[in-house]
């Protein structure tokens, strides 16, 4: 024998089905957001990048790949505080996502947060061992560590003659 619902339960289902709904819609928003401010990036478009990842952002808040690409696109606007804290949101997001710590990296040196961008390399390499990119910037930076010591050392030679 077939059980009726009550009046209660239904309402409940429906409110389910379409709160799923939604959030199928705004995954779907998010997806499409993705896919156009790739194409607008690619065109080296990436003012019109960063606003299709923004709206997207706005959809789907847990979809990592957004504030990463978003981040991309503002390192090529040379706009690096805001491509570092979109790289640390999806970091947070999902931990293990290599492109956002390279990524986060290379603003931080623009920054000046050497030290901070070694361990995100160093980070890169916990997740992904042999990642070249990661290997030929720490090298970098340990060239630049060096530089700088030898510029101490050779101001507080001459600052003592």
Same mark, same amino acid.
């Given at each position: 024998m077939d059980k009726e619902e009550s009046p209660a339960e239904s309402n409940k289902s429906d409110s389910e089905d379409a709160a799923v709904d939604q959030e199928k819609a705004l995954a779907?928003?998010?997806?499409?957001k993705t896919?156009?401010?790739?194409?607008?990036?690619?065109?080296?478009?990436?003012?019109?990048?960063?606003?299709?990842?923004s709206?997207?952002?706005?959809?789907?808040?847990?979809?990592?790949?957004?504030p990463a690409n978003r981040a991309m696109a503002f390192l090529k606007l040379e706009k690096y505080k805001e491509a570092e804290e979109?790289?640390?949101?999806?970091?947070?997001?999902?931990?293990t996502y290599s492109k956002a710590f390279a990524r986060r990296a290379t603003?931080?040196?623009?920054?000046?947060k050497l030290q901070e961008a070694k361990q995100d390399f160093q980070e890169v390499l916990e997740?992904?061992?042999?990642?070249? &990119?990661?290997?030929?910037?720490? &090298?970098?930076?340990?060239?630049v560590?060096?530089?700088?010591?030898?510029?101490?050392?050779?101001?507080?030679? &001459?600052i003592n003659r």
């Open positions: 779907e928003k998010a997806k499409v896919l156009q401010g790739n194409a607008y990036f690619k065109e080296g478009k990436y003012e019109a990048a960063v606003e299709c990842y709206q997207g952002m706005e959809a789907d808040s847990m979809n990592v790949l957004l979109d790289c640390t949101k999806a970091i947070f997001l999902d931990g603003a931080r040196v623009a920054l000046g997740v992904e061992p042999g990642n070249k &990119q990661a290997l030929n910037e720490l &090298q970098k930076l340990q060239i560590r060096l530089i700088a010591q030898l510029l101490i050392q050779v101001n507080v030679i &001459q």
